[in-house]
């Protein structure tokens, strides 16, 4: 907490060198060099956020890693000017690996008589809401966008299975928060096995990246796709039987 009790940790240059693991003299370097947003002032004493924190810890990284200051403050500029992301990784000699996307999932354009169509009297505005709540579907005009043409068949296959519709939207929250989580596994052993090593990006490198992510993308896939199998092996075997134990029990004679 702040000196003033707002709650939200505040520093003076010496207290946010120190926890920057930085000399003073390198802090000031690094605003003269308009590196670091300027400090909330408070008459003459100038006060620090965890941003700035934030923002000399992401300098430090990248200096670990081979880049100038110049370099650096390229990058800072561009986030701050609103570059897109394939902007910055132009800067950085990698527009060709954000290029390609992970997914190759393909959305679909439906009028409202045709998402009537996919799913009856469930198409309801609690359903509708939850489906933009998730990302499944945006408002196009008077049309809306599924995002997945995988996603909207299965789902219309589980209606006609039986299975309600806002049951199969809460059934994809829950699934889109675990594979939020197996995304960054994947992403954070990318970062430190196949980003790291390549601190400079000397010529050649960034390519190598850019190959290496496309070989990864089926490879993370795969695994994804036979974990699931194997736990869904596990799971059904596990319930079925479960659910057969129950219903013999229930079927069997009463014994005197």
């Known amino acids: 907490m702040d000196d003033n009790g ?12 120190k926890a920057a693991g930085i000399p003073v003299r390198t802090l000031r370097f690094y605003r003269e060099r308009r590196l670091l947003p300027p400090p909330r002032r408070d008459g003459r004493i100038a006060w620090y956020s965890e941003d700035h924190l934030a923002r000399l810890r992401t300098i430090a990284a990248l200096v670990e890693r081979g880049h100038t200051l110049d370099g650096i403050a390229d990058l800072i500029a561009a986030w701050e000017n609103g570059r897109t992301l394939d902007g ?11 290029s390609t996307p992970w997914s190759d999932e393909t ?4 009028s ?19 489906a933009l709540e998730i990302g ?43 594979v939020d989580a197996i995304a960054e596994v994947f992403t954070e052993v990318i970062t430190t096995h196949v980003l790291t090593p390549a601190a400079s990006l000397p010529p050649g490198e960034a390519q190598r990246i850019a190959d ?24 059904v075997r596990s319930d079925i039987e479960q659910w057969m134990r129950e219903h013999a029990d229930a079927a069997a004679p009463d014994q005197e």
Not at 9 to 17: G, I, K, P, Q
Not at 213 to 230: F, G, Y
Request: charged content about 25%.
């Open 6 to 17: 707002t709650g939200a940790r505040e520093y003076r240059v010496e207290e946010l060198a």
């Open 88 to 98: 910055v990784a132009e800067l950085l000699g990698l527009e060709g690996a954000l």
């Open 107 to 110: 959305p679909v354009r439906l």
């Open 112 to 130: 409202p008589q045709e998402l009537a169509d996919y799913f009856g009297l469930d198409v309801s505005p609690d359903n509708l809401t939850t």
């Open 136 to 178: 499944y579907i945006a408002v196009d005009g008077e049309n809306v966008l599924h995002i997945s043409r995988r996603l909207l068949d299965a789902s219309a296959a589980l209606v006609r299975e039986g299975v309600p519709l806002s049951a199969v939207l809460a059934a994809g929250r829950e699934v889109r928060a675990h």
């Open 212 to 235: 290496a992510l496309e070989r990864l993308r089926p490879l993370a896939k795969n695994i994804v796709d036979a974990e699931m199998s194997l736990a869904m092996d596990r799971r």
